[in-house]
Nanobody
Framework: QVQLVESGGGLVQAGGSLRLSCAASGRTFSSYAMGWFRQAPGKEREFVAAINWSGKSTDYVDSVKGRFTISRNNAKNTVYLQMNSLKPEDTAVYYC????????????????WGQGTQVTVSS
C-alpha cells in the first residue's frame, strides 16, 4: 500500500512557475513508476507526465513538453513536477499517481492516487 500526498499548488500569474511535490509512504518507493495527472473543471482527468523507477525514462503530454519537468528523489520518497511558463489553460487540480512497475505504465494502469493540489494560473 502506498499513500501519496501532493503539495506546492497555488495561484500564479501566466508565465510564472510552480513546483509540485508528491511525498510517498512506504519503503519500496524506488520500485514504483510515478505519474502526474490533472483535471480541470468540467473536463476529464488528463495525463501530464510520468517517470520510471530510476528517473531515466520520462514521458509528457504534448501540451507541456518544454515547459514541465518531472523528476524524483528516491532517497526522499518524493516525485516533483516543475512547471514553468504556466498558462491559464494549465489551471486544474493536479494529482500524483503510482504503480509498482519498472517501466512507465499505461495511463489507466496506476493503482494509487493522491488527493490532489489546486493550481490556478491567472491571465
Amino acid at each position: 500500500q502506498v499513500q501519496l500526498v501532493e503539495s506546492g499548488g497555488g495561484l500564479v500569474q501566466a508565465g510564472g512557475s510552480l513546483r509540485l511535490s508528491c511525498a510517498a509512504s512506504g519503503r519500496t518507493f524506488s520500485s514504483y513508476a510515478m505519474g502526474w495527472f490533472r483535471q480541470a473543471p468540467g473536463k476529464e482527468r488528463e495525463f501530464v507526465a510520468a517517470i520510471n523507477w530510476s528517473g531515466k525514462s520520462t514521458d509528457y503530454v504534448d501540451s507541456v513538453k518544454g515547459r514541465f519537468t518531472i523528476s524524483r528523489n528516491n532517497a526522499k520518497n518524493t516525485v516533483y513536477l516543475q512547471m514553468n511558463s504556466l498558462k491559464p489553460e494549465d489551471t486544474a487540480v493536479y494529482y500524483c499517481a503510482a504503480r509498482s512497475s519498472w517501466s512507465i505504465p499505461r495511463v489507466n494502469e496506476y493503482d494509487y492516487w493522491g488527493q490532489g493540489t489546486q493550481v490556478t494560473v491567472s491571465s
